[in-house]
């Protein structure tokens, strides 16, 4: 009996140490360990994916406060120009003898037109050649998204009637334009009444 037991024995000792078994056990660790890295590159994945969404977060909420700052900025610095006077302009029904700044609003691009006072405040030659209006007036071409930082940068002297802009669709616009110069109109004026400007929109008065 204990001889056969030994040979069972050394049977199964052959049958484990068989080179098999050895190639399945490595097959099988290998299998194990490249679970285990795969898993641990999943894990690192989300915890980047969570890190960039955690910075990008934290990015977004930083430029909407130094947006905010910058508003805040403008919003201080015009109101520095006196709130309007209406009663100076009920009366201004023609862009040309508007005296604030004028906005006139393309598909692409904003007209800002701004008339400087006259050093002169004499009424000697006024208006005439040698004291001529369009001397003092000058059309700039600005971008929409710039039109908060154009209208801190007009002269004080160029507010006649106070805080208050005219805003009009540019004339001679392409009919396939009109939709997009609306919209372009609408973001505008809600630009200026964020900066605490009033709109006077043309040709609604």
Known sequence: MGHQGSRAVGRYSRRVNSPFVSVRYW???GLVAAGLVACHKQEQAV???AKSAVSAEQQARAAAEA???KR???RAELAKISLPTKSMYVDVHEPAAWA????AVGPETITLRIINADANTSDVGKGTMLRPE???R???QIRPQDLAEAMVAV???AWKYGRVVAVAEMPGGAAKDRAKMRRNVESAIQQLNDLGIVVEEWPGR
């Open 134 to 136: 369009g001397a003092r």
């Open 72 to 74: 805040d900025e403008q």
């Open 27 to 29: 097959v099988v660790a």
């Open 138 to 140: 000058q059309e700039i």
């Open 47 to 49: 915890v980047g994916a």
């Open 100 to 103: 604030n700044p004028f906005l």
């Open 155 to 157: 002269p004080a002297n």
């Open 67 to 69: 947006r905010a700052t």
